[in-house]
């Protein structure tokens, strides 16, 4: 296996996403624990993360001795390379040649890391993200790539196998980057390619064993793919001392709760408390127009109906929820990792901290095409697995401002009426999420002899891979059009609409 210590990057994830895409098992550490992670696991080699953090200022992380001084193969990334750099004899300057974005580099040597992949003397685009660079190479290495402002964008003691990149071979943005990685943990550290979903199964069950023993557990359905598979894989762990509840928090797409609750009672036979909590939310959102104060909020309410539930089955001392990476990162420091706050997830972020409950979590680590693929295996309905990701927040977030009733119901309405042309024209399964937003501003329309002075609806549909970065889906205008017009004519309350063609970044996919 691979051992992955992090120092703190927003695309850590992407490291072990890669190497999982090998085939090859691997964990992710925080650098704080990498001493005992890398005694414990003995792995066949260890990736160095990126890292906001500068190697020139003291007291920042470095990497335990204990990895160096055990003879495995080390890939350095960014701050990575950094940290070998300074560790092992050389020298790291603060930079005042920073790099951020798309650079070019230039092969000046073979190397085992760009095997088959990238040729000397040739030119190839990477993405970089640093402030500091390394001025002065560690005995025994050489430089294989060089870029404008990263002298040594490439370095290797091959003797030693230390591998060390100053740009993001994991991000999407470096062509190939995947590639590196692959003769990383196949070829230099010598890793089989056999590790699979269905063994994430295996694993993710036995930690869901180990972490809640004897005890009860309470999950969270949201209506969407990631707390059901959630809910699945830890019924497969513990049976019995699962409670799924469903709360209907008013929140929800049209004829969501039904399908959710049809799925659990029916299909899977696991047992279902259904909490009707509409008033409750919507109650407590009355007025409340700020988007993290929104998310709060809900978050609050969430954890006040699990705990009163919790109460009811005889008391829960776990809350499972479906958690993934993009939400833990996106959300923020509450680990003490350094990335910043751009959302409360709910299911992250905004959870009370007062809550007595323990958190599951089996999906953390995952990206949502990952845990497609796991829903799968775990027998869940193709048609289920496919469905566009739905926040935990709900349509509390596609309706910015103040949330009422009647805009709550003029939203579902749009909103299906989208979905149904989107599916009508084959469309779903290409686009990665799609939804309508109703907006607080009214404008003013004509219909047949009268003035209108309703909402505008906006229209989002993306393209995305994980959720990370996404582009807006280039409808035809006749579709839009149609759209635009069924909305128009069937929903009272909206009288325009719109579509979004922001992409992500430098937008969100949801509005709030
Ligand atoms: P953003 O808007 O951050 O969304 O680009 C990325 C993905 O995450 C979903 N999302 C959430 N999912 N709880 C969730 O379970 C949340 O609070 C939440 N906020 C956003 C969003 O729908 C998109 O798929």
Request: overall charge negative; proline content about 5%.
């Amino acid at each position: 296996k691979i051992l992955i210590v992090d120092f703190g990057s927003q695309v850590t994830q992407l490291i072990a996403r890669r190497v999982r895409e090998e085939g090859v098992y691997c964990e992710i550490v925080p650098f704080t624990k990498a001493a005992e992670a890398f005694s414990e696991t003995k792995p066949k080699g260890v990736i160095l993360s990126g890292g906001p953090e500068s190697v020139t200022t003291e007291a920042s992380p470095r990497t335990p001795q204990v990895v160096f001084d055990s003879g495995v193969p080390v890939f350095g990334i960014c701050y990575g390379q950094q940290t070998m750099a300074a560790q092992l004899g050389g020298e790291v300057e603060g930079g005042h040649h920073a790099e951020f974005g798309r650079a070019e580099i230039e092969i000046l040597a073979d190397c085992p890391l760009f095997k088959g992949v990238w040729h000397v003397g040739e030119h190839y685009p990477v993405w970089m993200s640093h402030g500091d660079r390394v001025t002065k190479l560690p005995d025994g290495f050489t430089t294989v790539a060089i870029s404008r402002n990263a002298p040594f964008a490439a370095v290797a003691d091959e003797s030693r196998s230390y591998y060390a990149v100053q740009f993001h071979p994991e991000v999407a943005h470096t062509p190939h980057g995947a590639l590196l990685i692959r003769n990383f943990v196949r070829d230099i550290a010598g890793c089989t390619g056999d590790w699979t979903m269905g063994a994430y199964r295996e694993e993710a069950i036995a930690k869901i064993r180990a972490q809640v023993g004897g005890e009860r557990v309470i999950c969270g359905l949201s209506g969407g793919v990631d707390s059901a598979v959630a809910a699945v894989l830890i019924h497969e762990a513990i049976g019995e001392q699962l409670t799924c509840v469903f709360v209907d928090h008013g929140l929800l797409r049209a004829g969501e709760a039904e399908e959710v609750v049809r799925l659990f009672r029916d299909h899977y036979n696991i047992p279902l408390v259904h909490v009707e909590a509409q008033d409750l939310f919507l109650g407590e959102l009355e007025g409340v127009s700020d988007p993290e104060q929104k998310r709060k909020t809900i978050g609050r309410l969430f954890i006040d109906v699990f705990e009163a539930e919790s109460k009811t089955i005889g008391g829960a001392a776990f809350l499972a929820q479906g958690t993934l990476y993009p939400d833990v990162i996106e959300s923020v420091s509450f680990t003490g990792g350094p990335s910043v706050t751009i959302k409360s997830h709910h299911n992250v972020g905004g959870l009370p901290e007062r809550m007595n409950m323990q958190l599951v979590e089996p999906l953390r680590e995952l990206f949502k095409d990952e845990v497609r693929v796991l829903g799968k295996e775990l027998g869940l309905p193709e048609a289920f697995v496919g469905r566009h990701p739905f926040p935990g927040p709900g349509l509390a977030i596609r309706c910015p401002g103040t949330i009422t009733a009647e805009k709550l119901d003029a939203l579902r309405k749009a909103d299906a009426i989208y979905l149904e042309e989107i599916r009508k024209a084959g469309l779903y399964d290409t686009i990665w999420q799609a939804f309508a937003v109703i907006l607080p501003v009214k404008t003013v329309g004509v219909m047949g002899d009268g003035r209108t002075y309703d909402h505008v609806c906006a229209l989002r549909a993306v393209t995305s891979v994980d959720g990370m970065t996404a582009d807006f889906y280039p409808f035809d205008m006749a579709f839009l059009g149609r759209v635009a017009t069924r909305i128009i004519n069937e929903v009272k309350g909206i009288n325009r609409v719109t579509y979004d063609i922001t992409s992500k970044p430098p937008g969100t996919i949801e509005w709030e």
